[in-house]
């Protein structure tokens, strides 16, 4: 059965102090408020990964980190690899977000490595696609994000696939305050889910969880999730502040 998924995606916002408070804070309203519909993931900085881990635990919440490197270990100064985050109770990362693939030059062959790690160490992952603007004013976004799941994890099995949950965020949307409209984003939902289909099978389409990501706000997610082959989002700063993230997740 496909999951309703709201992730947080924090980026590079939030200290130890505003870290610890806003998990406190969120578990205490979510429980006093019996809000416990979809599952919820939150995905703070690596220093707070751990502390964030602690807090959660015995909850429906869950923590993932926001990038792994593609190594098991060794001479790659500032990095911080799978059995590390296994280590200390990480299971899920997010993979092939665009910002990584932009400023940080990940490759598909790099994003390749980087889920072969990743499901090496059993994590489950979040992973990111989604056009540039040029590629929809060329109508040539269907094409680029069918090229981004070829060139990464259709090389992967049916099993392993079952690991996957999958973001569509157009690039043009994220951060800019442009939402995708519900029939833009259903439309290329629903062709992913055709393309998992086309090479797995009904029962893997069905079942895969498949997350708009993209100036979500508590204005537009409820449309948006209202549409059927959207099954949550992923959020970056509508989630920073917690009485708008939990309006998102209430939608
Ligand atoms: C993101 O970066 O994953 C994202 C969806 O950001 P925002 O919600 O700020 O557009």
């Known amino acids: 059965m496909k999951k309703k998924v709201i992730i947080a995606n924090w980026k590079m916002n939030h200290d130890f102090y505003e870290t610890t408070s806003y998990l406190r804070n969120l578990l205490k309203i979510i429980f006093e408020n019996k809000i416990n519909q979809k599952k919820i993931i939150i995905a703070p900085s690596f220093p707070f990964l751990h502390i964030s881990n602690q807090i959660l635990q015995g909850t429906t919440l869950s923590i993932a980190a926001q990038n792994i490197h593609q190594m098991d270990n060794g ?17 899920k990362v997010i993979l092939g977000h665009s910002e990584r693939r932009k400023y940080f030059t990940e490759t598909n062959e790099i994003l390749i490595k980087k889920i072969k790690i990743a499901l090496k160490y059993g994590f489950n992952i979040i992973f990111c696609v989604g056009e540039t603007e040029v590629d929809r004013e060329k109508k040539e976004h269907f094409i680029t994000v069918k090229n981004q799941l070829e060139k990464t994890i259709f090389y992967f099995s049916l099993e ?25 984003a259903q439309h290329m939902h629903q062709y992913i889910r055709t393309l998992f289909l086309n090479k797995y099978g009904k029962r893997r389409a069905n079942d895969l969880s498949i997350l708009y990501g993209g100036s979500i706000n508590d204005m537009n997610a409820k449309n948006l999730f209202l549409q059927k082959d959207i099954d949550g989002g992923l959020v970056g700063n509508y989630s920073l502040n917690i009485k708008k993230f939990l309006k998102i997740i209430q939608s």
């Open 75 to 91: 001479s790659y100064t500032g990095e911080v690899s799978a059995p590390m985050l296994r280590s200390i109770g990480i299971k």
């Open 160 to 184: 392993e696939i079952n690991s996957f949950i999958i973001a569509y965020e157009p690039i043009w949307a994220i951060g800019t305050g442009k939402t995708a409209t519900p029939e833009i």
